[in-house]
């Protein structure tokens, strides 16, 4: 099918070129991590539906609904990550940013639903991963030491895995945050960079596990729905979830026509030639002080 990654995921190609420039073949080292131990990861899928008045490429009319919700969701996790994972601490700082912009907000919104009509206010569109570096830097402004953004030119420019060595690499192991956007479906998508281990980035993706471009078992979707990608990428699936440990329950939910894990994106691990193979095009860091 199109975009399928390589299953077996051989130590040749990215992989050892990554080798090669980090000097490290230990697969299982975390080389680093960011705020880990802080970060709570959020699916899109269960946001409610917004009005943004500025964000008129979404459907129903102007108004974004869950599924195409990736922008503030992964930025969600960064904020969250950001604050030492104080959650509620985020909510009330966006809740006030809000109130202090003129707006209003549902007592039933989440923290996603929150940062979508705060980034509305601000006369922004949801859709672009930069949008978001900058609602990152309004919102947590004591928190921040600078905004990093490392555009598509660049990284075509020095290389996917010089940019990962030399910009996303130091950068976690001083405390950074990370989101980026890639080809993860066909009209692009924006994940939450959790971590960077030897053999591969561990991602937080709010849709679910991505098993090629464009294929993916969404969260809290119907098993039934997911037989076939779960016989065709299951070396990919396994790849995926075997951080998370939620293989058996899908397998499981699979064999009883059940539903997948509400969580399936969550620490999602890449091989090297996985993550290429998407073509990351865009990464926003944001740096502590």
């Not at 992964?74 to 202090?100: F, P, Q, R, T, Y």
């Amino acid at each position: 099918g199109e975009g399928v990654y390589d299953q077996n995921a051989p130590k040749t190609g990215v992989q050892k070129q990554l080798d090669d420039l980090i000097n490290d073949e230990d697969p299982g080292k975390f080389l680093g991590i960011g705020a880990d131990d802080d970060d709570e990861y959020k699916s899109q899928r269960d946001n409610e539906a917004v009005y943004l008045s500025n964000s008129k490429s979404s459907t129903f009319g102007n108004r974004i609904v869950g599924d195409i919700q990736c922008n503030v969701t992964s930025l969600s996790m960064m904020l969250i990550a950001m604050n030492s994972g104080d959650e509620d601490g985020v909510i009330e700082i966006v809740k006030e940013a809000i109130k202090k912009s003129g707006g209003t907000y549902k007592s039933s919104w989440g923290i996603e639903e929150l940062l979508a009509k705060y980034t509305d206010l601000q006369g922004s569109s949801v859709f672009s991963s930069s949008t978001m570096g900058k609602m990152a830097k309004k919102l947590m402004s004591t928190k921040l030491s600078k905004v990093e953004t490392i555009w598509e030119q660049q990284i075509k420019s020095d290389g996917l895995l010089n940019v990962v060595k030399d910009k996303i690499l130091p950068a976690l192991k001083e405390g950074a945050e990370v989101i980026l956007s890639g080809k993860f479906t066909h009209g692009g998508h924006i994940v939450f960079l959790r971590s960077l281990k030897s053999d591969g980035p561990v991602i937080n993706d709010p849709y679910g596990a991505c098993l090629g471009i464009g294929q993916y078992m969404k969260n809290g979707d119907a098993a039934s729905k997911n037989k076939s990608k779960f016989n065709s990428y299951n070396e990919v699936l396994k790849r995926r979830l075997s951080i998370n440990g939620l293989y058996d329950k899908v397998e499981k939910a699979i064999k009883e026509n059940g539903t997948l894990p509400a969580n399936m994106g969550q620490d999602n691990l890449y091989s090297w030639d996985d993550f290429a193979a998407i073509n990351p095009y865009r990464f926003i860091i944001t740096h502590k002080k």
